[in-house]
């Protein structure tokens, strides 16, 4: 009897053990995991001519990729040397913005759906339905 009683209360002791760990585990670890899985990756996206801010908020443009580290200009004649753990993130150019917007697919245009005039850059309505005869 005395087993028994001695069991249930370790038993109490660690279920809410268990169920701290468990907690532990999907609030902080599992987050904390993403975050450095995501920082990876934007540490192995670096090229040289990218922007970049660094940690304590300096920005600058990639200069050399090193092992560990990368050479940034800071200015003209400005150079610093910062690990790759102190970049904070990266800046995206308006080029390469313009280059994923163009890399997207069009979609064609279903014309029994769309509207039965479109304005061209001439402003001269253009009838979509095959009957209608367009007279410019």
């Known amino acids: 009897m005395q ?5 249930g209360g370790v038993m109490g002791l660690v279920m809410p053990l268990a169920i701290f760990v468990v907690i532990f585990y999907f609030l902080i670890l599992r987050p904390q995991k993403k975050r450095q899985q995501e920082h990876d990756k934007l540490i192995s996206s670096i090229q ?16 050399d990729v090193l092992d560990d580290s990368y ?4 200015d003209e004649n400005i150079k610093a040397r910062i690990l790759k753990s102190s970049i904070s993130s990266k800046i995206v150019s308006e080029k390469s913005a313009e280059h994923k ?8 245009v279903n014309l029994e759906k769309a509207d039965e005039t479109v304005a061209p850059e001439d402003g001269q309505p253009v009838a979509l339905t095959p009957d209608a005869t367009n007279e410019n």
Do not use: C, E, M
């Open 71 to 74: 050479i940034i200009l800071l």
């Open 48 to 63: 040289p001519g990218d922007t970049v801010i660094t940690a304590g908020g300096f920005y600058g443009k990639v200069s």
């Open 3 to 7: 087993n028994q009683a001695q069991q």
């Open 101 to 108: 917007k163009k890399k997207k697919k069009k979609r064609p």
